[in-house]
């Protein structure tokens, strides 16, 4: 699906401004995609191809993710980031900031679309070019990966890491 999503609020470190400066130069070079928006809807604009949906509950979401697209999470600093583990466990490829903390843990360092953020839209960009000329094999390797990688935190595991923080004062 020739679009990319990104869900989360409308702040300063979660980088909304930095994807819609990136967007407006994509999508004069490859008007058959679009961006859809969850979590504000002050971007909406049919004219751009962008369809920002304000709040969503979960069933909207996953409703979204399985539509397919590349995820895009262009935060200038996330200690975590959720949404990242939320779209690997649908299969979705992530277009992700190299300032999101959980990065090493989902990514090998070869990862072809993490980014270097920079405050700016350019390294952004051209990671949004390089995945809309991906070929469909790649996006197919890719979204196995993405599988693969969500299989590495499960509840319990993620339990079991915060009671070891808590317990040892990490």
Avoid at 20 to 29: G, L, Q, T, Y
Avoid at 68 to 78: E, L, N, Y
Avoid at 133 to 142: P, Q, R, S, T
Wanted: hydrophobic share 40%.
């Amino acid at each position: 699906s020739n679009r990319f999503i990104f869900i989360g609020r409308e702040d300063y470190v979660k980088g909304l401004d930095i994807l819609i400066s990136a967007w407006k130069v994509f999508r004069n070079e490859f008007a058959n995609w679009k961006l859809e928006i969850v979590g504000t809807d002050k971007y909406h604009s049919e004219k751009l191809d962008i369809y920002s949906h304000g709040y969503k509950d979960a069933k909207f979401i996953s409703r979204l993710l399985s539509n397919g697209g590349f995820g895009v999470v262009p935060s200038r600093f996330d200690p975590w980031c959720v949404v990242v583990h939320e779209f690997l466990s649908s299969g979705i490829p992530v277009i992700v900031s190299s300032n999101v903390g959980c990065v090493p843990d989902f990514f090998a360092e070869d990862y072809p679309l993490k980014f270097l953020q920079d405050n700016s839209y350019e390294n952004l960009l051209a990671t949004m070019r390089l995945a809309a000329k991906m070929e469909k094999e790649e996006i197919y390797l890719l979204k196995k990966s993405c599988f693969k990688s969500a299989k590495r935190f499960t509840t319990d595991k993620c339990a079991d890491s915060f009671i070891s923080n808590l317990v040892n004062g990490n």
